[in-house]
């Protein structure tokens, strides 16, 4: 698992060394190589800004010796409006949201730009679309915030749906945070909260906030990790899949966690 790599070619401002994430990277995957890992997962924001920076770090991870999955952030759309709608594509991924299988465990993975103020062009529908809604739902959250559109919503509830249906585990991944509360949380993150408390979710883990965050609720545990971008020294984790338990193995500044499989009440 890696969090807000945030790449770019510029100066650090405060804690973040936006140039020193390449070699954060670089080290990073070296260590996930040496690991059993049959999936690694970017969790969104792996540039700061400007599509120039997707040359300089994405030919890093040619060095993984696995699959990669990207999750959409809102600092990946910062780049120029024309390039905006192909980030997806430059990011290898056919699907905005999607889900997969994973030794007994469903895979859930998120777009929190489904509506959201910085993945469309200001002159769009899309991006007019996302003014009313933080106008009328969030207008006291961030405006570098997103929601998930209906359509994912009710996709998302059949995921859940059909997890619980055959008694596979789950693990949601998103950019965004939606507990505990905080400024940094999606804006519909009440409904997706609701939602989730309904179905035995193990684990939420997401970035988007880079000090990091925990809160354990009805059973899940959502879990922010700390920024790769942050500080001169790295944080990413490794997920390991146990038979009663699941492992988030820190590194760097990241913690350590141990998370109990939810238990299906039959």
């Known amino acids: 698992l890696i969090a807000d790599c945030q790449y770019a070619d510029q100066d650090n401002v405060g804690e973040q060394h936006y140039r020193l994430s390449k070699q954060k990277l670089a080290d990073a995957l070296i260590e996930i190589n040496k690991e059993d890992v049959d999936l690694t997962v970017q969790l969104g924001d792996l540039i700061d800004r400007d599509e120039k920076s997707y040359d300089d770090i994405l030919p890093i991870f040619d060095h993984l010796n696995n699959e990669l999955i990207h999750v959409l952030g809102n600092h990946d759309f910062i780049v120029s409006p024309k390039i905006q709608s192909k980030v997806p594509k430059i990011l290898s991924l056919t699907k905005d949201y999607h889900s997969r299988v994973l030794n007994n465990t469903r895979l859930i993975f998120l777009n929190g730009t489904d509506i959201s103020l910085s993945a469309y ?76 408390k309904k179905y035995p979710v193990t684990a939420w883990i997401n970035g988007h906030n880079h000090q990091g965050n925990y809160g354990e609720l009805h059973g899940c545990h959502y879990l922010t990790l700390d920024a790769m971008v942050e500080t001169d020294e790295n944080s990413f984790a490794i997920l390991n899949f146990n038979e009663d338990h699941l492992d988030v193995k820190g590194f760097g500044r990241q913690k350590s966690y141990s998370f109990p499989w939810v238990t299906y009440i039959l």
Not at 131 to 146: I, L
Not at 162 to 182: D, G, K, M, N
């Open 121 to 196: 062009p200001e002159n769009s529908d899309k991006f007019k679309e996302a003014t009313e809604y933080h106008q009328q739902h969030a207008a006291d959250r961030v405006q570098w915030g997103g929601a998930l559109s209906e359509q994912q919503f009710s996709w998302f509830e059949n995921e859940l749906a059909a997890a619980q249906s055959l008694h596979e585990r789950i693990i949601i991944f998103c950019h965004y945070p939606v507990y505990p509360t905080h400024r940094h949380n999606l804006w519909d993150d009440e409904r997706i909260v609701s939602l989730v």
